[in-house]
């Protein structure tokens, strides 16, 4: 096939440890291949997965890289460059849900899933070492299951579709590590391509490639790692999800995905006489409210007007900080600040309570933006976040 064979950089990532030295200098032998899967950052659409709703995110230059060995003994051996502990011994055939094993749960969890799926997984060795920030909102975990998924599909032959391994590394997540997540980000760091951002209908998983090249249109997204988390999160996602499926449930509806932007005004009116709580008013609000952002922004890309979707980024941070309040005064200090600086519209990324933000500004003006968020966090008290470009890299593929 024409895959690629280069394991140097891509356009963007950090230089990172490479886990074929790694895989053969504590497994004594030669991988049988290595892979990567990237990070991702979302564009548009948040908390509306689990509406059965629309995303659109982008595979990030950082990524998950996996050296693989298969292995027809039971044993799973696993390591990853980027914690202490060195390597985690199991046996394939008594890895069970929520048993521990710290980090790696997350390609255990993989494992487990293709086997119980019928997939005859009879073991591996596996060295992982990853570029992508972990706990930053920016899908380091599904970067984890992704890679694992795809060299143990090309390993032993399963045949899955980039989908497959999606719902296998989304199964490994819920099931087995025990993190309730929705499908957006094993499918982009699955499916995404580069130079485009993935226009993705969660009710089905029909996805579109949607033409995304910000160097050729003179823009830069950036990506503001805020390095915080709230403990504040941990609860907060279930709550969301309950409100948003009282809300539903109120309206007579199976999920908030069937409910049209145009009949918005309405249904709030509805919901306000049948006496919902002020709370679910706002989270339908804004669960409506962005998946008809989505298609505004994928409009507009289409029709090559990138610039008009900053202020569509902005209304979105306006409704996660107000009406869905997962947002956090560091997050907002960064859309506040890029804003001022001249970028075209910000807003936060991810399940919110710390993690990111993502800025679309002019590439001319991306420096004097950077710049003035790391100002405006130490003029605030708050730790200096990490700033990158978001350059729209390719999904997991095998590097040799
Ligand atoms: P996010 O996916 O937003 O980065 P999560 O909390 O979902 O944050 O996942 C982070 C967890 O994933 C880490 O705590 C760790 O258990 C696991 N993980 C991610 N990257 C690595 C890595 N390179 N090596 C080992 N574990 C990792
Ligand atoms: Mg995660």
Redesign the pocket.
Known sequence: TAEPTTTAPAEGEPAGTDPAATFTELYGSEPDGVWAAPGRVNLIGEYTDFNDGFVMPLALPHT?RAAVSRRDDGVLRLY?T??PGGVVSLRVDELAPHSGH??AA?PAGVVWALRRAGHPVTGADIA???T?P?????????A?ETVTALALNDLFDLGLSAADLAVTGRRAENDFVG?PCGIM?QMASACCTEGHALHLDTRDLSLRQVPFDLAAQGLTLLVVDTRVKHALGDGAYAERRAGCEEGARLLGIPTLRDLPYEDLAAALTRLADAGADESVIRYVRHVVGDNHRVEQVIALLDAGDVRAAGPVLNEGHVSLRDDLRVSCPELDLAVEAANTAGALGARMT?GGFG?SAVVLVEEAQAGTVAKAVEEAFAAAGHAAPGVFDAVPSAGARRLS
């Open positions: 998950a990853s980027d914690v710290g980090w997350y992982l070492t990853s992508v972990t706990g930053a909102g920016l899908s380091s975990s599904a984890l993190v980000d991810g993690g």
